[in-house]
């Protein structure tokens, strides 16, 4: 008899998801109605339904929920007018073309979320935020600024709830860096990552405590 197949042995995108320039990596899962484009998914992480992605990079093991919105993208505030016939005029004027500059500026303007990070439902993330690892950004937040790992935001604009750990163990696991781990050593230490003995797995795992 043939070994059981996990749910997701693969990467799977629902056929409704629209791609553009968008690197996605393994085991992987996004949900119908999702856009993304010019962006990268890592390893283990998840979009939910309804969700937008531009400009940007998002780690491994992130966690997105349904209608969240990354890389929101900005109107060009301090031009005569924001309307869009002026970065995309060929919707309105055959003959007119468009401004590739705008454009070239917004690619530049990334967000960048980190690993094992969890963004709520109906979130939305600026262009140019950086999210550290292990951060938590409530649902419904607008997140304007950088977030710091293992933090907990929330609110509009969105503002530090609390630390999830102290900054010793926070260290830590950034040393531990597990989201590289091979497959069958996440799997092998399962117990370990069901503990909330935390202060325990950081020594059991971290090189400079096993210098």
């Not at 320039?21 to 996004?30: D, H, L, T, V």
């Not at 996440?186 to 059991?204: M, P, T, V, Y």
Request: hydrophobic share 40%; glycine share 8%.
């Amino acid at each position: 008899m043939d070994a059981p197949r996990p749910k997701i042995a693969e990467t799977i995108i629902h056929e409704t998801v629209r791609q553009r320039e968008a690197q996605i990596g393994r085991r992987c899962e996004i949900l119908s109605h999702t856009r993304i484009e010019y962006a990268s998914l890592g390893d283990y992480s998840y979009l939910g339904e309804n969700c937008e992605v531009a400009d940007a990079v998002i780690g491994k093991f992130t966690a997105i929920a349904n209608s969240v919105r990354i890389g929101a993208p900005n109107h060009p505030m301090g031009r005569p007018s924001q309307h869009r016939f002026t970065y995309v005029p060929e919707y309105y004027e055959a003959s007119a073309t468009r401004d590739r500059d705008f454009f070239a500026d917004r690619r530049g303007d990334r967000v960048i979320v980190g690993n094992d990070v969890w963004i709520g439902h109906a979130a939305i993330l600026l262009p140019g935020v950086i999210v550290g690892d292990g951060a938590v950004i409530a649902a419904g937040a607008v997140v304007s600024r950088d977030v710091e790992p293992y933090t907990i935001v929330g609110g509009v604009p969105a503002r530090a709830i609390r630390k999830r750990f102290d900054a010793s163990v926070a260290e830590s696991l950034r040393r531990i860096a597990w989201w590289n781990w091979p497959d069958e050593l996440i799997f092998e230490r399962l117990g370990d990552f069901r503990s909330e003995a935390i202060e325990e797995f950081c020594r059991r795992y971290d090189p400079a405590a096993n210098a």
